[in-house]
């Protein structure tokens, strides 16, 4: 059994800069995919970054060049560093690991960018 928990959301300023972080506890290897979706009210899921490891990391066209991903594997941990945050970037975003047993994600945690 896979546990996710976020952290690290909050209120920020159009052009600030926030760093969400996961934690996972359970089975969890170093070529486990994992990754961040974000979900605004009244939208679809949407996909942001995954991570393989420091060498394969993948981000959709609206973050790109404005996010980093990247995980710390003796620690478990997948963070999410996310600069020059615009108003669309308000969401609820929500960790995901694919494993052999399943597909996992923790409870999420809210970004809201706003003056």
């Known amino acids: 059994q896979v546990q996710l928990v976020e952290s690290g959301g909050g209120l920020v300023q159009p052009g600030g800069s926030l760093r969400l972080s996961c934690a996972a506890s359970?089975?969890?290897?170093?070529?486990?995919?994992m990754a961040w979706y974000r979900q605004a009210p009244g939208k679809q899921r949407e996909w942001v970054a995954r991570?393989?490891?420091?060498?394969?990391?993948f981000y959709a066209d609206s973050v790109k060049g404005r996010c980093t991903i990247s995980r710390d594997n003796a620690k478990n941990t997948v963070y999410l560093q996310m600069n020059s945050l615009k108003p669309e970037d308000t969401a609820v975003y929500y960790c995901?690991?694919?494993?052999?047993?399943?597909?996992?994600w923790g409870q999420g945690t809210q970004v809201t960018v706003s003056t």
């Open positions: 359970g089975s969890i290897f170093i070529t486990n995919v």
């Open positions: 991570i393989i490891s420091s060498r394969s990391t």
């Open positions: 995901n690991v694919q494993t052999g047993g399943g597909s996992y």
